[in-house]
């Protein structure tokens, strides 16, 4: 089992930098990287799942997990690391067991993020943590976090609607 590093809390860093900068293109503040064993980024995403013209399934943290799947060996991804600036949906966790990622990193949890985001209809939480998805499958996956929520929670500051 690793430990939770220094270099771990500059990463979730950069995926909080990264939610931002997906906002600010007018997608949800929401983004996640791959970094792999040799300590560089494999890929850096953002959600594209903002309806009329996005997909719904194209969450920050499936989509990167695809695509270091892509790029990685099986060993290479077993060896490396998940930074997302939230929790990572059930979908997306799915996604991180199937493509054969070991850690995963996050900011702010999914029940602290449904108190931001409340009923929007564009982020209709689905309440089942990331930890439960990993215990049911057969290779172990490390979670650390929720991490940082303060400042995780930045990006998502006056973006959600109230409902």
Request: proline share 7%; glycine share 8%; net charge negative.
């Amino acid at each position: 089992m690793s430990v939770l590093e220094e270099k771990d809390l500059h990463w979730l860093r950069h995926s909080f930098a990264l939610a931002m900068e997906s906002r600010v293109q007018g997608r949800h503040p929401f983004a996640a990287l791959v970094v792999g064993p040799d300590g560089q980024i494999v890929v850096e995403c953002f959600n594209d799942s903002r309806l009329p013209q996005g997909d719904p399934t194209r969450h920050a943290e499936r989509v990167a997990a695809a695509q270091a799947a892509r790029r990685l060996t099986p060993a290479e991804l077993a060896q490396s690391t998940l930074y997302t600036n939230a929790e990572p949906c059930a979908m997306c966790a799915g996604a991180i067991y199937w493509c054969g990622i070991g850690r995963v990193v996050y900011g702010m949890s999914e029940v602290n993020l449904l108190g931001v985001t409340g009923n929007d209809p564009e982020n209709p939480t689905l309440s089942l943590p990331c930890r439960e998805v990993f215990t049911r499958g057969q290779r172990p996956i490390e979670v650390f976090g929720p991490l940082l929520e303060d400042e995780a929670a930045v990006a998502h500051q006056g973006f959600w609607t109230p409902v």
